[in-house]
Nanobody, 118 residues
Framework: QVQLVESGGGLVRAGGSLRLSCAASGRITVINSMNWYRQAPGKQRELVTS???????NYADSVKGRFTISRDNAKNTVYLQMERLKPEDSAVYYCWARIWGTDLGDYWGQGTRVTVSS
């Protein structure tokens, strides 16, 4: 059984910073891509950023230059450093990973809420 557990969400003022973490645990052989998504109230879940095993990254235009994704393969953990936060960044943030355990599967974390006050 593979699990993803996020941490690091909270309340921050506009212009502030937060760092989210997502740790994978369980029977893991290889973790392929790791992504961060977010879902604001009344909106669809959207892809924020992704990182491959080799470290290649992609970002949504709305967060480019402000958010940074990174991963520690030894710890099976992906991070999201968020800078210069805006109220429109408020959402529940979810991590996702494609993982080879006993077989290949896609896994979601439980989500962590980020609230940015103006």
């Amino acid at each position: 059984q593979v699990q993803l557990v996020e941490s690091g969400g909270g309340l921050v003022r506009a212009g502030g910073s937060l760092r989210l973490s997502c740790a994978a645990s369980g029977r893991i052989t290889v973790i392929n891509s790791m992504n961060w998504y977010r879902q604001a109230p009344g909106k669809q879940r959207e892809l924020v950023t992704s990182i491959t095993t080799s470290g290649s990254t992609n970002y949504a235009d709305s967060v480019k230059g402000r958010f940074t994704i990174s991963r520690d393969n030894a710890k099976n953990t992906v991070y999201l450093q968020m800078e210069r936060l805006k109220p429109e960044d408020s959402a529940v943030y979810y991590c996702w990973a494609r993982i080879w355990g006993t077989d290949l599967g896609d896994y979601w974390g439980q989500g962590t809420r980020v609230t940015v006050s103006s």
